[in-house]
């Protein structure tokens, strides 16, 4: 079993910068990618990136690309969401989640939610215009 627990979110204004945290208690072959999504109030949750732990492959969707990064720090088990020009859209819960590659890929990490089988709570960012 692997336990997911995210931190950092908070209240910002657009145009502003936030740093999620993610922290798994172990790296196992089953949690080798550690995945971002995100749910807005009254909206399907959705993915925002996702990296590959073993060489720190991201891949970012659309709706945040050029203003995401993906960071890790292997010792501690922590991977890193850097959210840059923040918009209003941005706003929801913004949850953690480990899972396995997808096999004989070489290291793809899926972006179907249905991938991961470990998940954080979540942390709330709220942007406000």
């Known amino acids: 079993q692997v336990q997911v627990a995210e931190s950092g979110g908070g209240s910002v204004r657009s145009g502003e910068s936030l740093t999620l945290s993610c922290v798994t208690s172990?790296?196992?072959?089953?949690?080798?990618?550690v995945a971002w999504f995100r749910q807005a109030p009254g909206k399907k949750r959705e993915g925002v990136a996702r990296?590959?732990?073993?060489?720190?492959?991201?891949h970012y969707e659309d709706a945040v690309k050029g203003r995401a990064t993906i960071s890790q720090d292997k010792a501690k088990n922590t991977v890193y969401l850097q959210m840059d020009s923040l918009k209003p859209e941005d706003t929801g819960m913004y949850f953690c989640a480990a899972g396995r590659s997808v096999p004989g890929s070489g290291g793809y990490c899926a972006h179907l939610e249905t991938w991961y089988e470990y998940w954080g709570q979540g942390t709330q960012v709220t942007v406000s215009s």
């Open positions: 990296v590959f732990v073993p060489d720190g492959t991201a």
């Open positions: 172990k790296y196992t072959t089953t949690s080798n990618c």
